[in-house]
């Protein structure tokens, strides 16, 4: 006894009613036409959709990444879009928002920092030497803050009739590639004996505004972003010697 099975007519090496997986032919000029199993079409690819994808490799050339929508590949990373790919299998790392690869960079997740330097007052009225307490110049990519608050604390002993002043300065920039100096806004500070000063946005900002370009009105060919570029602090004493001693703090959103 013989058993017959019933046959299903093969097309091109695929069943007509296998799984629901798109059937694409490729025409003269290399465009790929998907089919679904009932015939339909679903996709127009201009190169093989697999493993032929014309891209752009990124050796040797920086990018920043602001947001990415879709990084799927199989034989490396694409960036949906302009097709930018990475190496066959790339490697991502990052635990906190900041990864380097290939010459991608890419920063996020904002968070609160503080930064804190000591300065050493100068003498006689004159400013000691500035500490920097933040500054961004020559990174790629650049670090970014957004200040809070800030404080400024004297200490030590203070001589009969001693002042000490303190300047905290915010650099204005615009450009991201070349920077160029908008301005800089310096807020002022000074004490007769030990303690505290405590300052907000409202203060902050009041220094900074003035050189904030509200109408984007850039040179041809600029880049748009302006931001803070440097904060630095320097301490002097109307006294001949001193034994004050300041320190200077910033408290910001950070990325």
Not at 11 to 26: A, H
Not at 36 to 51: A, K
Not at 53 to 73: F, G, Q
Request: with cysteine; aromatic share 12%; net charge neutral.
């Amino acid at each position: 006894m013989s058993v017959v099975y019933p046959t299903t007519q093969v097309v091109d090496g695929i069943t007509s009613q296998s799984l629901d997986i798109p059937k694409c032919i490729q025409l003269e000029d290399g465009t790929y036409y998907c089919f679904d199993y009932r015939n339909r079409l679903v996709s127009i690819q201009p190169n093989n959709p697999v493993n032929s994808v014309n891209a752009s490799p990124l050796n040797n050339r920086k990018y920043n990444i602001i947001s990415v929508d879709r990084i799927t590949s199989v034989v490396g990373l694409f960036i949906d879009g302009n097709l930018v790919s990475l190496k066959t299998s790339p490697t991502l790392g990052s635990g906190d928002g900041y990864f380097v690869n290939n010459n991608i960079h890419w920063k996020g997740w904002a968070s609160f920092v503080v930064f804190s330097g000591s300065l050493t007052p100068g003498t006689n009225g004159a400013y000691g030497s500035a500490v920097t307490l933040f500054s961004n110049v020559n990174q790629s990519p650049r670090s970014m803050i957004v200040p809070l608050f800030l404080s400024i604390t004297w200490g030590g002993t203070f001589a009969s009739g001693e002042t000490v002043s303190v300047e905290v300065s915010f650099t204005i920039v615009y450009g991201t590639l070349s920077p160029t100096t908008l301005g800089t806004g310096t807020l002022t500070a000074s004490a007769t004996s030990t303690g505290t000063q405590n300052f907000g946005c409202a203060q902050i900002y009041a220094v900074i505004a003035p050189y904030l370009n509200s109408n984007y009105n850039y040179p041809t060919n600029s880049l748009y972003a302006q931001y803070i570029s440097q904060i630095t602090a320097a301490a002097a004493s109307s006294a001949t010697s001193t034994s004050v001693t300041v320190t200077v703090t910033v408290v910001g959103f950070y990325t």
